[in-house]
């Protein structure tokens, strides 16, 4: 009996143990908390939240510098309500920017596109495969402005080969053919078109050195890594003091910010307006058309806003407002034209 006992409470004794042993262990960990929700997209009239801008080229340049003025009013209620933000997006002349715009945000009308021209259209001709972009591409919305390229040499170029007019410059280009190096902001961009204008009009070869943008293109010819370039009216004007300008690629002088200096077409050289650039602003195709006429009535009021125009005037910047109907038709006009001009230089 007394043996039965001892393994009676030895086994209880046991039991105890291993339920005591049980609840000492840890607590198992608790189970991770919920992922927060993605944020709601704003709802409501359009705009509800801010407007994007993807602006191609690198900041301080005419396109940036422009932009930002004439979306500079933007959060008033009497235009859009809602600021615009400007995200630069640099690169092949326009492409990296232009490509991204195309295909990567959603129609919605919160990603806008800061277009030039004959910028888009030619390189949407030159590189069907690589351009990802055209007019059939985009809805336009306005444009602000239509700024001449402009003929600029560096300082000590011009004075040690005594170069003081467009005449003068193609005179030394002949008897240095390909040693003249012009600078311009990329491949098919307006700069590269008045290149090629140039070159075709008074029979010289030239040496085209393409930058990132109108600022690095213009910081070459100021510091003598190149010859020459060609510019944005707007960008030479506030540099007037540190290059020469020699001719405005226009059909007549710009009165306004550079009375004193002529057109090619002044000095005996066939060269008008063909790279002339047009800036202005489109939305994807897919943009709700009420979307769609909201931005076109906000961001073309706008452009007649006294502070946008004296700021405008104040940065030597010409104006030139259209609405979305004759965008379209400069558009087509231009894409006409530069069909007939680049036909050589198209990639199959």
């Known amino acids: 009996m007394k043996r039965k006992s001892f393994w009676l409470v030895l086994g209880t004794i046991l039991i105890v143990a291993v339920l005591l042993g049980a609840c000492a262990q840890p607590a198992p960990a608790p189970a991770p908390a919920p992922a927060p929700a993605p944020a709601p997209e704003p709802e409501g009239e359009f705009p509800a939240k801010f407007v994007t801008v993807i602006a191609p080229w690198n900041p301080g340049g005419a396109s940036d510098f ?50 030039n021209v004959p910028h888009f259209i030619a390189q949407s001709i030159v590189y069907p495969n690589k351009a990802e972009y055209g007019i059939a591409t985009w809805e336009p919305i306005m444009n602000w402005g239509a700024d001449p390229a402009v003929l600029i040499v560096n300082l000590e170029f011009a004075e040690t080969n005594g170069i003081d007019t467009a005449a003068d410059y193609v005179s030394y280009a002949k008897v ?97 307006n063909a790279s002339n650039n047009y800036r202005g602003l489109a939305a994807q195709k897919g943009t709700p058309p009420a979307v769609l006429q909201k931005l076109r009535d906000a961001y073309y009021a706008q452009l007649s806003d006294s502070k946008v125009i004296s700021k405008m005037a104040a940065g030597g910047s010409p104006m030139y407002p259209m609405n979305a109907s004759e965008v379209e038709a400069m558009w087509q006009e231009r894409e006409t034209f530069l069909k007939t001009l680049l036909v050589e230089y198209i990639e199959k």
């Open 66 to 115: 422009q932009l930002r003025i004439v979306t500079m009013r933007s959060g008033l209620e009497e235009y859009l309500g809602q600021p615009t933000v400007i995200v630069n997006k640099p690169g092949a002349g326009g492409m990296v920017g232009w490509n991204w715009v195309t295909t990567e945000p959603e129609p919605d009308g919160y990603t806008l596109i800061q277009y």
């Open 176 to 272: 240095h053919p390909g040693e003249v190096t012009v600078s311009g902001a990329g491949l098919f961009v307006g700069h590269h078109i008045a290149f090629l204008d140039l070159g075709k009009a008074a029979d010289v070869d030239l040496t085209y050195v393409p930058h990132t943008g109108g600022v690095p293109a213009l910081t070459a010819v100021i510091s003598g890594d190149v010859s020459s370039g060609f510019n944005n009216l707007s960008d030479a004007y506030r540099s007037k003091d540190r290059v020469k300008i020699l001719a405005v690629a226009d059909v007549e002088r710009n009165a306004e910010f550079l009375p004193d200096v002529p057109t090619f077409l002044e000095s005996g050289i066939d060269v008008k």
